[in-house]
C-alpha cells in the first residue's frame, strides 16, 4: 500500500493493459490530488465554520462529534474531525485504483460541498436575524 516509493515513485498505473484496477500507484493524476486536497480545505474550513458557530450559540449536528466535544472539549473535538477525515481521505486515495474509489471520492467532495453551502446560508441567516 505504502512504499518507499509513494510520492516520488514512478508507478501511475499497471505496467500491462490488463492492470487497470485493484493496483496500488505512487503517484496520482491532478484530479485526483485536487479531490484530496478539496476535501482537506473543506474539512478545515467545515472544522473553523462549526467553532463558530457553535460560539454563538449553535449546536453540532453529528452525534458522534457532538460526543466528542462534551467528553474532550474543543481540542478532542478538532482531533477527531480532522483525523477522521484526513484518514478517510488518504485511505481512498491510496486505494485509488481500487473500484467504487474515484466515485466515493467525488461523494465526499461534493457532501463538502453541500456542507459549505449549508455553512453559507446559516451564516446568512445568522446576518439576517441580527440586522
Known amino acids: 500500500m505504502i512504499s518507499r516509493y509513494w510520492l516520488h515513485g514512478r508507478r501511475r498505473g499497471g505496467r500491462r493493459d490488463c492492470e487497470r484496477r485493484g493496483i496500488y500507484v505512487d503517484r496520482y493524476t491532478r484530479l485526483e490530488s485536487v479531490l484530496v486536497l478539496w476535501i482537506a480545505a473543506a474539512a478545515v474550513a467545515d472544522l473553523v465554520l462549526t467553532l463558530l458557530h457553535l ?48 466515485l466515493a471520492l467525488w461523494v465526499i467532495a461534493a457532501v463538502y460541498g453541500a456542507l459549505m453551502g449549508y455553512h453559507l446560508y446559516a451564516f446568512l441567516d445568522r446576518q439576517a436575524a441580527l440586522a
Do not use: C, D, Q, Y
Open 55 to 102: 460560539s454563538e450559540g449553535g449546536e453540532e449536528a453529528n452525534p458522534l462529534m457532538a460526543w466528542f466535544l462534551e467528553v474532550g472539549g474543543v481540542p478532542a473535538f478538532t482531533a477527531a474531525k480532522l483525523t477522521v477525515t484526513a484518514g478517510a481521505a488518504l485511505f481512498l486515495l491510496w486505494h485509488i485504483r481500487f473500484r467504487g474509489t474515484h
